[in-house]
């Protein structure tokens, strides 16, 4: 009938009995023990339901016994959790204080490894860059220089880092398709035939091929691949104009060609500082990027000086300082 076929309370616990009732539960559906723990008015209370059963085995009924975990009992227990749980602090700490170092050795040994990876491809970038600068009757100078320039441009134009260290990778090996280009094309002395300069042209896209397998050179892609395109739409090889061009790639524009006129080549004397900015002006909406002229124009006579009279090692030293910088290194 699932009804309540007696139930006693001790007199004492009447209280409790009253309290117990805001936790009233129904027949349970389970034929297995079950057990609920309870706080009730500050004290921990253990609800115990026991199946009972007949002679034959089937279930008659169940038993339910309510027990009130005493004062002592429960502090016994809170104390027995305190001491477990300093003792696992006191083991995690132990083990962090043994531990500790030798992590921090492995770190700093990782960190040392991640350097000298990064390292190494900034020196393959180098190396690369200036296998085509003496392949171009160059020298490392302009790879420096332009790269020097290049970074006061972004910094005065407020570039983001990432797009800053794309644009160091792009100033070293935007002339690596080169590389492809025959020595009767690449050095002939006098003006180029239409179909030289044709083949010429096809340095970006070489280049785009030599660095696309390696993903650090990649990041040098935008200025590769870019960096003859014009602001107006004429550039080559994809003839994009204004904005679709890479920030980085029309920045180095300016730059290369700033520095290209300033410089001392074997066919040529040194363009005057002002006569190459007056040259960058005229081209600027058509050539290059009107901002990035007028940008450059704040801090051209400075970097001018301080860079085109700069011996190469002096140079380099002023690299380095640009790639610990930029890079951590």
């Known amino acids: 009938t699932r009804a309540v076929i007696a139930e006693h309370v001790a007199p004492e616990h009447e209280a409790l009995e009253t309290s117990l009732h805001a936790f009233a539960h129904g027949f349970p559906e389970r034929e297995s023990i079950t057990y609920q723990r309870l706080r009730i008015d500050g004290r921990w209370v253990l609800q115990v339901l026991v199946p009972l059963r007949d002679a034959a085995g089937a279930l ?71 296998a085509i600068a003496k ?26 880092r990432e797009q800053i260290r794309r644009l160091i990778a792009g100033a070293f090996l935007h002339d690596v398709g080169k590389i492809g280009i025959s020595d ?9 035939t239409d179909e030289e300069f044709r083949i010429m042209q096809t340095h970006v896209t070489l280049g785009e091929d ?20 014009k602001y107006d739409g004429s550039g080559y090889p994809r ?17 290369d060609v700033f520095d290209a006129l300033t410089s001392k080549r074997p066919y040529k004397a040194p363009m005057p500082f002002e006569q190459a900015m007056n040259i960058l002006r ?48």
Do not use: W
């Open 210 to 229: 030599i660095i696309r397998y390696s993903q650090f050179l990649s990041a040098a892609r935008d200025v590769v691949a870019c960096h003859h395109e």
């Open 282 to 329: 005229q081209g600027a909406g058509s050539h290059f990027d009107p901002a990035l002229v007028e940008a450059f124009g704040t801090i051209a006579r400075e970097q001018h000086t301080a860079l085109q009279a700069a011996e190469e090692a002096a140079l380099r030293n002023r690299l380095e300082r640009v790639l610990a910088t930029y890079y951590g290194i």
């Open 239 to 255: 003839r994009l104009a204004g904005k679709a061009i890479p920030l980085v790639a029309r920045i180095f524009a300016v730059v």
């Open 60 to 130: 008659a009924g169940f038993l339910e016994g309510v027990y009130l975990i005493d004062r002592e009992t429960e502090d016994g227990i809170y104390a027995d959790i305190s001491v477990t749980l300093v003792f696992v602090l006191l083991a995690v700490l132990a083990t962090s204080i043994v531990l500790y170092p030798l992590v921090i050795a492995l770190n700093r040994d990782v960190l040392r490894q991640a350097r000298q990876i990064l390292r190494g491809n900034l020196e393959m970038m180098e190396v690369l860059g200036s």
């Open 135 to 160: 392949r171009d009757s160059d020298t490392n100078s302009h790879n420096y220089r332009v790269t020097l320039y290049a970074v006061a441009l972004a910094e005065a134009v407020h570039a983001e």
């Open 184 to 192: 009767n094309i690449l050095l002939k002395p006098g003006k180029l």
